[in-house]
């Protein structure tokens, strides 16, 4: 178990520091299209690239920031419902759905989501819009968000079932509220 928790850590780690990376594209993003609104608005002028690239990084952020977003716990959830629950009623519902439904569906997007990117890099495909983009680079964005999914549920499998058979303390939740990012066995 020693050795799981050392990779759910590892994966935590390189989760987090994509998660807070990616959200300077959200400033990019922003700038640009505020950018962009000015030189449509005051000179006239537009470009379908500029608005390609905002697409691409707000894209960017919400695949490469879903990960963080599951280890942070902020995911969509009914909380009306979990809520009546008790803790570990909660913890064994996480483990097991992220089994069946999170794991196989993240698996099944990175896996179809290679074919997509690789003919596409290999085709150098890009964008019907005049003045587009290449769009390879968007479609690697959608591989590696799945990836990166896929490993951060691991990460959270592990951290489930260790805190449900009471090998570590919850690493959602410590006396001040905050929930640290990685998980250390007691």
């Not at 005051?42 to 691409?56: I, T």
């Not at 977003?69 to 809520?83: P, T, W, Y």
């Not at 680079?137 to 999914?149: D, E, I, N, S, W």
Request: cysteine-free; overall charge positive.
């Amino acid at each position: 178990m020693a050795a799981l928790l050392a990779l759910s850590r590892v994966i935590d780690a390189v989760t987090t520091v994509i998660g807070k990376s990616v959200s300077w594209l959200l400033l990019a993003a922003v700038l640009i299209s505020a950018g962009n609104a000015v030189l449509r608005k005051a000179l006239d002028m537009s470009s379908n690239a500029w608005l390609e690239v905002q697409w691409y990084l707000f894209g960017a952020v919400f695949m490469l920031a879903a990960a963080y977003a599951l280890l942070k716990n902020e995911h969509v959830r009914i909380d009306i419902v979990s809520s009546m629950w008790s803790k570990r009623t909660r913890d064994i519902i996480d483990l097991v759905l992220h089994i069946i439904f999170l794991v196989p569906f993240a698996g099944l997007m990175a896996y179809l989501a290679w074919p997509w990117f690789w003919l596409s890099f290999k085709s150098g495909e890009i964008s019907s819009n005049a003045g587009g983009l290449t769009i390879w680079p968007a479609k690697l964005v959608v591989l590696l968000g799945f990836l990166l999914l896929l490993l951060q549920a691991f990460s959270e499998i592990i951290k489930r079932y260790a805190v449900i058979t009471g090998r570590i303390a919850d690493p959602r939740h410590d006396t001040a509220g905050e929930m640290p990012t990685a998980a250390t066995e007691v």
